[in-house]
């Protein structure tokens, strides 16, 4: 029973960053059509940045963490807001050339990080509280898996507040179904493609600072690997659709954790791409529709 | 002098020239439909002054140039339009679609309950549930809810139960007090009671510009040109 709870916990933990990688990619291809592979990028980028302002400050390792969330959040959502003014914008209606550059965006920020800080993994401020365990039913659960899931939760609720209570949420929900149709009652939906990009870069430099958290270290390659989980994820959950990323998220963080520990190590990630596959079979527009909520 | 003014207008769609040079002038106040069979070019036509599809050619409105500017800014100088699949969002109720389509602080909800009492009762329902009379009203309601002096309308009686025709009508009537109306519309009876001036398109050309009554009570014109029997008014 300990066991359960724990992978259980562990699974949900996985999911929270999951999703947070997700719910941006979601929406980005929701409204905009655009297929971000640089998407990773970004979650590295504020990974890192986020360790770099941590080295900076002085005060315990639960300031470090702060200063180092909110300088990984800024980074985040910076780089990608320019990614979308800069690269993303001059491309609209062509995305085989977003795509392209994407791709190439993501292997040249993954270069730039490993050329400034190296290959080797480096060591995250985690505070020792976030170290600690609860036992829970007999299971010593680390404090950090809470803290991941408690923020994807938040996130998740904010997101959805801001989608449904929000003029911008509104026009993001509308572009989701019909962009032209936003165009053609006279909204600008370049300012909000812009936001949505912003937004998804820092939920994914927010997954990166607790990627740090949960594995203790940040190597240049860990966007790419959640990336595509993310992909996965998205894919399950259906484009568009905040809540369909969250309930998809949450089940193939719990199937990885299950398929490792009750089949075989090394099970989990196989077990997620036979889910995918089975999704793809019964449902293939994924488990929501492509609405925004 | 002439409100709109479209000139030598092109869009190609694909390998399809479908647009071949369309002219022609919407005076000030009341409607001018736009008419023709099937495909030849109509619903392009209005797109095109919308900017929605790539276009070549010159559209002004009183003398502006609208043909460089994007989709929200040329509906932002007063251009209202209603699609001709209706488009509303059917993920969001009927208020957000209104709410979406507000532009300034005075939207003119007086108005639109006014025409279209049944939208305030729906007002929490999600559009992609709404009949499609009813999708229809959020439709036109969107493009009357700001004070736009020009409205494009496209087929808005399409697939209509007569009833709602004649509702449809009465609206069309009323927003050609408030602003100008070009309107795309297959239904003659609908166009004899709405409209004072007609622009007949055929293959990619306009090929007649004239009075609505002296078209419609011409019924060998109206089948030479439209290819239909005048007598459905």
Partial sequence: ?293 | MALIAVDDLHVYLGESHVLQGVSFEVPEGGVTALLGRNGVGKTTTLRAMMGLVPRRGSVTLAGEELNRLPTHSIVRRGIGYVPEDRDVFAGLTVDENLRLAERNGNPRYELVYELFPELKTRGGQKAGTLSGGQQQMVAIARALLNDNPVLLVDEPTKGLAPLLVTEVAAALERAAELATVLLVEQNLAVVARVAQQVVVLDGGRVVHTGGAKELLGDPERIRELLGVHGGGH
Avoid: C
């Fill in chain 1, 1 to 293: 029973m300990s066991t359960f709870i724990l992978l259980t916990i562990t699974g949900l933990g996985l999911g929270a960053m999951y999703f947070l990688i997700a719910s941006g990619l979601s929406l980005i291809y929701g409204l905009m059509g655009v297929l971000n592979f640089a998407h990773g990028a970004f979650l590295t980028v504020g990974a890192y940045a986020a360790w770099e302002a941590s080295t900076h400050v002085g005060g315990g390792a639960g300031t470090k963490l702060l200063v180092a969330a909110l300088a990984g959040l800024a980074a985040g959502a910076l780089v990608a807001a320019l990614v979308e003014l800069l690269l993303i914008r001059p491309l609209y209606r062509r995305p085989i050339e977003q795509v392209l550059v994407t791709v190439g965006l993501a292997l040249a920020l993954s270069a730039l990080v490993e050329a400034i800080w190296g290959f080797d993994a480096r060591q995250f401020p985690v505070p020792a509280w976030l170290i600690d365990t609860t036992t829970i039913f007999g299971a010593h659960i680390p404090n950090d898996r809470f803290l991941e899931i408690a923020t994807a939760a938040l996130v998740l609720v904010g997101l959805t507040a801001f989608l449904r209570y929000t003029r911008y949420g509104l026009i993001i929900r509308a572009g989701v179904e019909n962009r032209a149709m936003v165009t053609a009652l006279g909204i600008d939906v370049r300012k909000a493609f812009t936001l949505v990009f912003a937004l998804g870069g820092l939920a994914a430099a927010l997954a990166g600072v607790l990627s740090g958290v949960y594995f203790g270290t940040i190597d240049p390659s860990r966007g790419t690997s959640l990336l595509i989980f993310a992909f996965i994820v998205v894919v399950i959950g259906g484009f568009g659709s905040i809540g369909g990323t969250a309930v998809a998220a949450v089940v193939v963080g719990l199937i990885q954790q299950y398929a490792n520990y009750y089949a075989s190590s090394g099970l989990g990630d196989l077990a997620v791409v036979l889910l995918l596959a089975v999704v793809l079979l019964l449902k293939p527009e994924g488990l929501s529709p492509r609405v925004a909520h």
